[in-house]
T-cell receptor, first 107, second 112 residues
Framework: GIQVEQSPPDLILQEGANSTLRCNFS?????LQWFHQNPWGQLINLFY???GTKQNGRLSATTVATERYSLLYISSSQTTDSGVYFC?????????FGPGTRLSVLP | DAGITQSPRHKVTETGTPVTLRCHQTENHRYMYWYRQDPGHGLRLIHY???????DKGEVSDGYSVSRSKTEDFLLTLESATSSQTSVYFC???????????FGPGTRLTVT
């Protein structure tokens, strides 16, 4: 099956800093999403981005499908950005999550 | 966000007992999913449904069954719970128009 890697596994930032999270996957996919799991456990969909670039406020994402990776950019980080960021990929409905990047933003 | 609720939110049960978790959505989404989340494993797909009475297995389906008799409800059943099924269970849905998945709040299940 598809293998998904995320880096770094852990990241600690001061408020206001920028960061880049990476997702590598092992096979062609037509479905790639980024999620944020907040400290209370809720999973929020950030982007559906099987290819190309999208931006939503301070967050943006780029997927280069031909090279099998995706990047999530967080600018001017805030303490509310803390939590775990998951990349998930698949073909159609069979969806595989990466192990996540745990982000801690310090005030 | 899709209106997705899960019940119960917390449950403690004994090994060998049957358990049913419910996912309810108000968005009329065709696709529904059950995942489990465990430390060290992230989220793993258990079963999914692509319509009423249409379901398929995911990566970790052994020991679980599902049913979908109405668009809005997707039930996950553990016929005989084991301690290895202690986990947090999430339901997710998406529409026919988009793969974007929306998650419920989760159910924390403890099997003693």
């Amino acid at each position: 099956g598809i293998q998904v890697e995320q880096s770094p596994p852990d990241l600690i930032l001061q408020e206001g800093a920028n960061s880049t999270l990476r997702c590598n996957f092992s096979d062609s996919v037509n479905n790639l999403q980024w999620f944020h799991q907040n400290p209370w456990g809720q999973l929020i969909n950030l982007f559906y981005i099987p290819s190309g670039t999208k931006q939503n406020g301070r967050l943006s994402a780029t997927t280069v499908a031909t090279e099998r990776y995706s990047l999530l950019y967080i600018s001017s980080s805030q303490t509310t950005d803390s939590g775990v960021y998951f990349c998930a990929v698949g073909l159609g409905q069979n969806f595989v999550f990466g192990p996540g990047t745990r982000l801690s933003v310090l005030p | 966000d899709a209106g997705i609720t899960q019940s119960p939110r917390h449950k403690v049960t004994e090994t060998g007992t049957p358990v049913t978790l419910r996912c309810h959505q108000t968005e009329n989404h065709r696709y529904m999913y059950w995942y489990r989340q465990d430390p060290g494993h992230g989220l793993r797909l258990i079963h999914y449904s692509y319509g009423v009475k249409d379901t398929d297995k995911g990566e970790v389906s052994d020991g679980y069954s599902v049913s979908r008799s109405k668009t809005e409800d997707f039930l996950l059943t553990l016929e005989s719970a084991t301690s290895s099924q202690t986990s947090v269970y999430f339901c997710a849905t998406h529409s026919t128009d988009s793969y974007e998945q929306y998650f419920g709040p989760g159910t924390r299940l403890t099997v003693t």
